[in-house]
């Protein structure tokens, strides 16, 4: 019994779709073993065309699978299997595997920072292209990280609005942290990380990026192709992600 060919999987060497592990042929994945979770090297085969049948998860997300998948199910205290066809909507509380996150990659966290509220930079000198960036309120305590990549400084800021089609300033001068000469890579997204840089880097694009609701961080990007490769990038890292989801077709700004 499977899954749909387009369901994303992860594995030790990343995240891919079924369909690509069947032509593989195995791929080392998280499963329950007698001796408890691990990763253990398993086989992918394709069974052929199948009727599928849609199963949504309490947090959003979801996935097709066939009629007779067998599911782990909790009820009244016992650990029973059902198949999908047997599963009821809104009552059948599912047993789903928690992989372990794995540490924070520092240098991680900053890439995935600078990538969401960094700027590229071009000396006039040399030529010579980095990163760097402005840092506002809680953004200070990146400092010793960054200044381990960089060069520390400040700039002179005050508030500002617009006043008939004219920026305004207002306010005491205030002197803000500013962190250039860093990597030119950090503005682009991470090719092959390892699952730790990949969890310091979504992490650190959630702070520049995201937002928090009750049960869920949230991250917004203008770039479907971006947000594409960062949603894998969390799911390579361990997090557990919804579906991409159009927040709006045209930006205000």
Not at 27 to 54: H, N, R
Not at 62 to 87: E, F, P
Not at 154 to 160: A, N
């Amino acid at each position: 019994h499977c899954f749909s060919g387009e369901t994303e999987v992860l594995t030790q060497s990343g995240v891919f779709k079924i369909s690509e592990l069947s032509r593989i042929g195995h791929a080392e994945l998280y499963v329950k073993t007698y001796d408890g979770m691990c990763w253990l090297d398993c086989q992918v085969k394709s069974f052929g065309e199948q009727t599928i049948y849609p199963v949504n998860f309490g947090d959003g997300t979801s996935c097709r699978t066939t009629a007779g998948h067998r599911w782990l199910v909790s009820s009244k205290g016992k650990v029973n299997i059902r198949r999908t066809v047997d599963l009821h909507e809104g009552k059948s509380e599912l047993l789903l595997a928690e992989v372990p996150l794995p540490e924070i990659d520092w240098t991680g966290y900053a890439a995935g920072f600078i990538y969401g509220d960094g700027n590229v930079r071009v000396s006039q000198g040399t030529g010579k292209r980095t990163s760097g960036v402005v840092l506002y309120g809680n953004d200070v305590d990146l400092l010793p990280v960054l200044r381990k990549h960089g060069n520390v400084g400040k700039i002179k800021y005050r508030k500002s609005h617009v006043v008939e089609g004219k920026q305004v300033e207002y306010g005491p001068v205030e002197y803000l942290p500013t962190v250039n000469g860093l990597p030119e890579s950090w503005k682009q997204l991470p090719e092959t990380p390892t699952r730790d840089y990949a969890f310091g880097f979504v992490l650190g694009l959630m702070a520049a990026d995201g937002c928090a609701s009750k049960s869920q961080f949230n991250i917004y990007q203008a770039n479907l192709e971006a947000l594409t490769q960062v949603r894998r990038l969390a799911i390579w890292s361990g997090l557990r992600c919804g579906p991409i989801r159009l927040a709006r077709k045209f930006s205000p700004f």
